[in-house]
T-cell receptor
Framework: SQQGEEDPQALSIQEGENATMNCSYK?????LQWYRQNSGRGLVHLIL?????REKHSGRLRVTLDTSKKSSSLLITASRAADTASYFC????????????FGQGTRLTINP | GAGVSQSPRYKVAKRGQDVALRCDPI?????LFWYQQALGQGPEFLTY????????KSGLPSDRFFAERPEGSVSTLKIQRTQQEDSAVYLC??????????????FGDGTRLSIL
């Protein structure tokens, strides 16, 4: 079973617009990670936010974390065609196992 | 190479055949993970190595799945007597850290396995 759920499952916007994706998770975490996957490729790590952080920025990416609501959001500003990909949130399961648990992902399409 | 390398990129096998998938992690990375990704889904954890020790194999779907990392570097995922439901992309990831929570994982491009 998967820990996180992304919302929406698919998102299509025009180039230059902002894209927001949401992730909800079930258990307590000490950090949450976002990954990007281009079609036919592996996942690329984007950003890690720790449980004591509320917001983090990296270039055009902004991630927020609300541990009280067990949710996170990823904002991509001024989107580009190259941002077209699937985006996944992942949380580490610490108790009894060392592994990342991924959500089902948001498929983002940027239209030129 | 600088990244995680997986081979083959594509594998087609007939139901009942055995297959072996290879992963070359980033040099010096202690932790190595295998994931299975079905079409349109997120990756699902299969197994985890710290150096040559397989510390977690709780995600392996059945005893037909076997993974090894004998010298603590290259890893092989073997699937015996393949079935159609084994068709998926198999991703390998490595990490410098011994603890999953502290560092990102670096992924290969995966092996797309199709069972006919």
């Amino acid at each position: 079973s998967q820990q996180g759920e992304e919302d929406p499952q698919a998102l299509s916007i025009q180039e230059g617009e902002n894209a927001t994706m949401n992730c909800s998770y079930k258990t307590s975490i000490n950090n949450l990670q976002w990954y990007r996957q281009n079609s036919g490729r592996g996942l690329v790590h984007l950003i890690l936010i720790r449980s004591n952080e509320r917001e983090k920025h990296s270039g055009r990416l902004r991630v927020t974390l609300d541990t009280s609501k067990k949710s996170s959001s990823l904002l991509i500003t001024a989107s580009r065609a190259a941002d077209t990909a699937s985006y996944f949130c992942a949380t580490p399961i610490i108790q009894g196992a060392q592994k990342l648990v991924f959500g089902q992902g948001t498929r983002l399409t940027i239209n030129p | 190479g600088a990244g995680v390398s997986q081979s083959p990129r594509y594998k087609v096998a007939k139901r009942g055949q055995d297959v072996a998938l290879r992963c070359d992690p980033i040099s010096g990375h202690v932790s190595l993970f295998w994931y299975q990704q079905a079409l349109g889904q997120g990756p699902e954890f299969l197994t985890y190595f710290q150096n040559e020790a397989q510390l977690d194999k709780s995600g392996l779907p059945s005893d037909r799945f076997f993974a090894e990392r004998p010298e603590g570097s290259v890893s092989t995922l073997k699937i015996q007597r393949t079935q159609q439901e084994d068709s998926a992309v198999y991703l390998c990831a490595s990490s410098f850290s011994r603890t999953v929570s502290n560092q990102p994982q670096h992924f290969g491009d995966g092996t797309r396995l199709s069972i006919l």
